[in-house]
């Protein structure tokens, strides 16, 4: 079983504009660095009834292939983990039996690589903002992606390891 550590960093934000102005600072920070394979992100948003939506995300199309292909991550599995019925925005993932397996076996393996303490003190980490950002990377660029969360009021990092080639599998199982 080879098991990847990433870290996770849950930054909560007064409204959507200044989380998704970070998410694209954690994009340049990628794609200046060639490392745009090296993260997930996912722009959570509070809506006025209570429930949580993910308005925006990028999945790394290279670590996990066949799953992030199919536009699901980690960031993402984090999020369905912290607020299972969280809304995907739509074009953001297939309506599909397959893409919401595929979702579900990502969630369990990211909610499998945290604490459950951790886990409940992300979610209400979340909870306190209108909206939020979820940024799961390689931890040597943990300083980096901190900084580029400059607009959170609070930014939270949690440890979280991934047997990506069971995820992987499990995902091609639900969808297949």
Excluded: C
Excluded at 54 to 66: L, Y
């Amino acid at each position: 079983m080879a098991v990847d550590t990433f870290m996770a960093y849950v930054g909560v934000y007064p409204g959507v504009a200044e989380a998704e102005a970070d998410y694209q600072l954690v994009k340049d920070l990628h794609s200046e660095a060639g490392l745009i394979d090296a993260y997930d992100a996912a722009v959570i948003e509070r809506r006025d009834d209570g429930k949580v939506k993910i308005a925006k995300k990028h999945e790394t199309p290279t670590r996990v292939g066949g799953v992030l292909g199919g536009g699901v991550g980690l960031a993402t599995g984090l999020v369905i983990a912290l607020f299972p019925f969280a809304g995907i925005g739509a074009g953001l993932l297939a309506a599909t039996t397959a893409g919401g397996a595929a979702l579900g076996a990502v969630a369990g393996h990211a909610a499998a690589g945290m604490s459950r303490d951790d886990l409940k003190e992300l979610g209400e980490h979340l909870d306190a903002g209108q909206a939020g950002l979820v940024v799961v990377g390689v931890s040597d660029m943990g300083a980096k992606i901190e900084q580029a969360m400059r607009r959170a009021e609070k930014v939270q990092a949690k440890q979280l390891k991934a047997d990506t080639a069971a995820i992987e599998a499990d995902a091609k199982d639900a969808s297949g």
